[in-house]
């Protein structure tokens, strides 16, 4: 089945640096991938989505200067989150989309990575 | 923005119990998803329904999609301290993906 990565699995940081979580679809091409937040047991918000070779679209709310992201491959999508502060801190996940696939719902998700900013 | 409301928020029952949570929503959806997630893992995909009035049996859960699909329910029979986790309804529209608020089910042995 399409597996997808995310690395780091948890970092810890201080306040003021940036911090880069990788998003890997290991066995399948995604052109296009998504970036959530998590709050302990609640839903997860789409941050932005992320097209291989295009700028990223961002929800409203979410800054785009605050959270870079870069789809450089059809394999690879990276978020920076820049300056991290205490209120950063979250579990990020990714998901891919499968390319060429008819329908949206053909997404595989990442096992998350764990942010904590001190 | 298509809000989909799940209840309960929370829930915590004994092993062996039944328990239905409910996925609901104004808008009308292609299809829709169920999914697990236990802490500090991704989503797990459950199920996907697309037809409405569509009942999807999987061992000892039970989806079943709106007639207007609009709506999803998922029955689980006879819990189990496996089956805790957070439970996150999808619905699919065009090219967008909804996530449900989340339901937080905790199974005592």
């Known amino acids: 089945g399409a597996v997808v990565s995310q690395h780091p699995s948890w970092v810890i940081c201080k306040s003021g640096t940036s911090v880069k979580i990788e998003c890997r679809s290991l066995d399948f091409q995604a052109t296009t991938m998504f970036w959530y937040r998590q709050f302990p047991k609640q839903s997860l918000m789409l941050m932005a989505t992320s097209n291989e070779g295009s700028k990223a679209t961002y929800e409203q709310g979410v800054e785009k200067d605050k959270f870079l992201i870069n789809h450089a491959s059809l394999t690879l999508s990276t978020l920076t989150v820049t300056s991290a502060h205490p209120e950063d801190s979250s579990f990020y996940i990714c998901s891919a989309g499968l390319a060429g696939a008819l329908r949206q719902e053909t997404q595989y998700f990442g096992p998350g990575t764990r942010l904590l900013v001190l | 923005t298509q809000l989909l409301e799940q209840s309960p928020q929370f829930l915590s029952i004994q092993e062996g119990e039944n328990l239905t949570v409910y996925c609901n929503s104004s808008?009308?959806?292609?299809?829709l998803q169920w999914y697990r997630q236990e802490p500090g893992e991704g989503p797990v995909l459950l199920v996907t329904v697309v037809t409405g009035g569509e009942v999807k049996k999987l061992k000892r859960l039970t989806f079943q999609f709106g007639d207007a699909r609009k709506d999803s329910s998922l029955h689980i029979t006879a819990a189990q301290t496996g089956d805790t986790g957070l439970y996150l309804c999808a619905g699919i529209t065009g090219n967008q993906f909804y996530f449900g608020t989340g339901t937080s089910l905790t199974v005592i042995p």
């Open positions: 808008s009308v959806f292609s299809s």
